[in-house]
Every structure is written in C-alpha cells, then in structure tokens.
C-alpha cells in the first residue's frame, strides 16, 4: 500500500491531538506533518514534521498552508479548528490535495452560532432561541451571551439583566436550557452523502473541554433526525460534524451548537467503535467504504499527561526529540 502525508492543523488543542493519535492508531502507512500557531505545544512530539503558522483569519494563512503542501507533498489536510475548516474551504482550488471536511456554506454558516440558529429556524430544524445582544429584552426565563465565532467556551456571560453594552457583530444571546448535556458525532460519507453513524455520550465539562464521557443511546432517534435534516438542508455538509445539546426535562434533545468538523471527542469515541477520523482516511485516501460502527456502551475519564524533553539545545519539534511521557 502506497504511504501518504497528512497535514493536522491545530496541534495544541486536543482535537487536533485526538485526530493524530487516531491515525497513529490505525493500520495504514502514514506521515503525519503538524501546524499550530505557537513554535512548541503539547502535540509536536507526536508528528513526523511541524511549521508554526498563522491564524486562519490572516492573509498570510493560505500561501503558508499552500508552501507547506508542496514542500511536504500533502495529500490530504485535516483540520481542527472552525476557522481554519472555512479557510480552507473558501480558498480549497489553490490548494494542491485533498481537503477533509464539508463544503463552503456549510463552514460559513456553522463557523457563526447566529448564523447556524437562523439556518436551522428557517429549515424548522431544531436548535435552543437565540437572538442578537440589541433585540434582547428579557424574553429568556435564562440566558447567556457568547460570542459568534470560535473561541470554544470562553467568553461566556450568563443571566445578566442586559446585555445591550455587547456588539451584535460579535456576540449573540441564547436562551439557556437545564438538562442533561450531550455531545453527537455524524459521520456523513463523501461518496454517497449518506449517513454512515452516529454516537451520543453524556458529557461533562472543565474550562470548556470534555473531561468526562458515557456513551448512551437513549437520544438516537432524535439525534439521526436532527443530522439527516441537517444534511438534507443543502448547505454541503461532509464526513464529521459535530451536535451538542442539552436533553430538557421533557426529554426533548435542544442542539445549541454544531460544529462543522471533526471534534474534540474523537480520541473517546474511536474506543467505542465510532472512528470518524478512521472513515475520512479511508474515503478520502483510498477510496475504501468506511469500517462500520460497531458501538460499545462504556465510560471515559481524561486526565493529565506529562511530555518530559530532555536538556537540549536543538529540540526539533517533532517525533525525533528525546522525550518520554510521565
């Protein structure tokens, strides 16, 4: 079998490390090119070779991106940040490989949470009421504000009286819902448009990343619902998107973001039988049908892993360092 290269972007945050650790793990003969935006992160030790590169949003990103394809002859780019999933997207016909992940109305409208909630009211597809910071009077018996684009969980203000004083270009406001919080990976297939799984685990959170996981299938019906209308809402949706919600004291699954990418559960969920970053490979590089989702019901605890560099003046950063993991 013919080796391949592929580019992770986003080493330093744990999507991007659950994706390489995920490739790591399979069979198929890969080397594995790493960018961040910092020189060093906790994800160098893992790849074959790693460039520092711009935000997504600078102007200098793409002929970045595009140097380091031809220099490491790239065939297939993963991407693990929402920003640069759009970039990515918007400039994919000056890019020489292949490019993971859904078409450019799909990473335009799902890399803004105003944008996703009137995408989805319009299409009558399920998502929690939001509004921007300027129409909102109170109408939420909770709410909170976040802001439109990125930046994961942080920026978050909750149940304030007003929130007037914030930028309708920046922020929106969400009505909160109590409940069970759960994270749905889908996995859509490239060959036929299909979906070919999907996994739900109850979740809890520390500093906005998962630390705790339990796969349940309680919510499966509607979840499949919710993707397949999604996907049939013609936006470009492709391989992995992510769904998270929270389950109301009716029982009712309220999605209150999507990502529009591999997410950061993909190093759990692997272990229970839903190989999201498996099926791209596979579809994208060798143009195989995807291994079926044989999901297993279990539970999953992060923790704290330490990368040891011995003394050294010329560190690398890469897989050639003299490290060891405490």
């Given amino acids: 079998m013919e080796a391949k290269t592929i580019l992770v972007t986003g080493i330093g945050g744990n999507v991007g490390q659950g994706i390489i650790r995920n490739i790591l793990g399979t069979s198929y003969p890969i080397r594995i090119?790493?960018?961040?935006?910092?020189?060093?992160?906790?994800?160098?030790?893992?790849?074959?070779?790693?460039?520092?590169?711009p935000f997504g949003f600078e102007s200098s990103y793409i002929d970045t991106i595009k140097e380091i394809v031809e220099k490491e002859k790239i065939d297939l780019i993963i991407s693990s940040t929402d920003f640069e999933?759009?970039?990515?997207?918007?400039?994919?016909?000056?890019?020489?490989?292949?490019?993971a992940g859904s078409e450019l109305n799909a990473t335009e409208i799902y890399l803004d949470k105003y944008l996703t909630y009137l995408n989805h009211k319009t299409a009558n597809i399920?998502?929690?009421?939001?509004?921007?910071?300027?129409?909102?009077?109170?109408q939420y018996g909770k709410a909170l504000a976040k802001p439109r684009k990125g930046r994961g969980s942080k920026g978050l203000l909750f149940n304030k009286d007003s929130f007037s004083s914030?930028?309708?270009?920046?922020?929106?406001?969400?009505?909160?819902?109590?409940?069970?919080?759960?994270?749905?990976?889908?996995?859509?297939?490239?060959?036929?448009?299909?979906?070919?799984?999907?996994?739900?685990?109850?979740?809890?959170l520390e500093n906005g990343a998962t630390t705790y996981c339990k796969v349940i299938d309680d919510?499966?019906?509607?979840?499949?619902?919710?993707?397949?209308?999604?996907?049939?809402?013609?936006?470009?949706?492709?391989?992995?998107?992510?769904?998270?919600?929270?389950?109301?004291?009716?029982?009712?699954?309220?999605?209150?973001?999507?990502?529009?990418?591999?997410s950061g559960t993909n190093s759990i969920r692997s272990s229970f039988g839903f190989k999201d970053v498996q099926y791209t490979i596979e579809e994208l590089l060798?143009?195989?049908?995807?291994?079926?989702?044989?999901?297993?019901?279990?539970?999953?605890?992060?923790?704290?892993?330490?990368?040891?560099?011995?003394?050294?003046?010329?560190?690398?950063?890469?897989?050639?360092?003299?490290?060891?993991?405490?």
């Avoid at 790493?34 to 590169?53: C, E, M, P, Q, R």
């Avoid at 999933?85 to 490019?99: D, F, P, R, T, V």
């Avoid at 889908?186 to 979906?195: A, H, L, P, Q």
């Avoid at 470009?236 to 929270?246: T, V, W």
């Fill in 219 to 262: 919510y499966d019906n509607q979840i499949l619902k919710i993707g397949q209308a999604m996907c049939e809402n013609n936006l470009g949706l492709k391989g992995a998107f992510n769904i998270q919600s929270i389950v109301n004291e009716y029982g009712d699954v309220v999605p209150f973001e999507i990502n529009c990418r591999i």
């Fill in 33 to 53: 090119i790493g960018t961040n935006i910092s020189d060093f992160s906790a994800g160098n030790h893992l790849v074959n070779a790693f460039y520092k590169v």
């Fill in 126 to 138: 399920p998502f929690a009421e939001s509004c921007l910071p300027s129409i909102y009077k109170g």
């Fill in 166 to 204: 914030l930028s309708d270009e920046e922020y929106m406001v969400q009505e909160m819902h109590t409940g069970i919080e759960i994270t749905s990976a889908v996995y859509r297939r490239y060959k036929d448009g299909n979906i070919h799984g999907i996994i739900t685990m109850e979740r809890s």
């Fill in 85 to 99: 999933s759009y970039y990515l997207a918007l400039n994919k016909n000056e890019i020489n490989c292949l490019i």
């Fill in 286 to 326: 060798w143009e195989k049908d995807p291994q079926i989702p044989l999901i297993t019901k279990g539970v999953a605890y992060r923790i704290l892993t330490d990368v040891i560099y011995n003394e050294s003046e010329d560190l690398k950063g890469n897989n050639t360092d003299n490290f060891k993991l405490f």
